[in-house]
């Protein structure tokens, strides 16, 4: 089996050649070669990012009214189950993503990433009009699990941009990649926010149409048809990558050689090390996303802030921003001078520091509540988005990890195929995480608040147990990683 990265590069995968490149070989042995950095294809990375954008769109909007919508179906009585219907329904999105990334990494192999990633986009814009449409649980979670199945292909996107950068260039690749989440969770809340129940906001316009029998479908529709125009721009604009080189020189648009199978990834060291941990890294990260919009959404006296779904949105929002600036201005910069494996385990080690600092945001809360207005004093208010901004900036600190996650698959891979299969590991390992960490943080908070365990706070305790043990775990990727630096550059090498 022959797979081709470029036209003067060819690599021969069989049963006795290694997937990964040699991760632990003596720089000392041989003089690295000096290697130019290898012009970055723009225009390809930036349509790649505008595609992968309309995934976080269609995901994050539904985050500021999503506790409100539970409401309106009437799915419970109780505000204190209210996030255990969000996370079931968060949990539904993630069991199909799990069950079919895997097999649209395999299939990209086959049919090409192009393809794919069209199939793909176009599935998440339907089911995410579904969504807005729901009238009962059953569809709120069968427009979740449409979803999933299709949202499935991130990790065929993910490949594209491994396949159209080299060592030299991720630096600057990886960062601007990475932006596509932050933009999509500045957008999609704003969208979600602004845009729910409209008849109610905005008046006439909106009365006895399907916007007022249906008061979330609007964010809905306007995402869904985001999402469709990322399919457009795909179908014209995206090439396709995956490549192999035939007897007679030719290129054509997909290989069909043999990927190796999942035992064979889950044997190596550093492939096994990286799919655990991110694991760990996504329950902390979608624990957060979870957690952090119910914390707002209960009222103070039950150890919430009692946002509106505007203000939800507009927190939401401001995180894009902080993300933003740290993609932009940041991480260009420690790329090109720290190991990939150093940044990586200081990102994860900033998650138990943002759930330890959570439940303090309740007490100032708490103690400036003036029961009069039922409105904070105006230095209570500084306090608390003060203490707001520092949470949001340290939890974006640790979603830089999910950017750099990225650089360690493909510095440790060597052809195309593996690729894929390796980004489709880690993809599942990450969906996993989403399946067990909605339902379990949602349950827990539901428990904390309804029997006031440690006065309504043992969810942040447990969360922070879980950071640690997630730190523990991203100790062995430093220890087992090739290094992600150019040799091109050897004295920034750390």
Known sequence: MTVS???????????????????????ED?????????????????????????????????????????AFLKLTDDPSQTGFYSGLVESTFAVTQFLAIYQWSKLSNQIGRRPV??????????????FGLSSSLTDLLLSRAIGGIFGGTVSVVQS????????????????????????????????????SNPAEKYGSIFQNSVFSRHPYFLPCLVAGVIALSGVLIGYIYLEETLRKKTRNGSQVSFIDDREPTLRELLSIP????????????NFNGTAFDVLFVLFCYMPIKDGGLAFSPSTIGFTLSSSGLISSAMQIFIMPVILKRIEASRIYNISIAAWPIVFAIIPILNVIARHGLVEETGNLDVW?????????????????????????????????????????????????????????????ASSVFALSVEYHL?????????????????CCLGRNISRLSKSSLTHHNPQNRK
């Open 160 to 195: 594209v941009v491994g396949e159209i950068t080299d060592a030299s260039n991720q630096a600057a690749a990886f960062p601007i990649y990475g932006l596509v989440w932050p933009i999509g969770g500045i957008t999609g809340p704003f969208i979600g926010g602004v845009l």
């Open 5 to 27: 990265c470029s036209d003067s590069d060819t690599s021969s995968l069989n049963e006795t050649t290694p997937l990964l490149n040699d991760a632990h070989h003596d720089p």
């Open 380 to 440: 209570s208010n500084v306090k608390l988005w003060t203490g707001i901004l520092c949470v949001l900036a340290i939890s974006k600190v640790g979603g830089m990890a999910y950017s750099v996650s990225l650089i360690l698959t493909k510095s440790n891979v060597s052809t195309p195929a593996v690729l894929a299969v390796s980004n489709g590991v880690m993809s599942c390992s990450m969906s996993l995480a989403r399946i067990i960490s909605p339902a379990l």
């Open 454 to 470: 440690l006065g309504g706070y043992f969810w942040a305790l447990m969360m922070v147990c879980f950071c640690l043990l997630a």
């Open 117 to 130: 990633i069209m199939v793909g986009t176009f599935g998440v814009a339907l089911s995410t009009m579904y």
């Open 30 to 70: 041989q003089d690295p070669p000096v290697q130019k950095a290898t012009p970055l294809p723009i225009a390809q990375l930036l349509i790649v990012c505008a595609i992968r954008l309309m995934d976080p769109i269609a995901f994050t909007q539904i985050f500021p009214y999503i506790n409100e919508f539970i």
């Open 270 to 281: 550093i492939i096994r090390a990286l799919s655990i941990s991110a694991f760990a890294l």
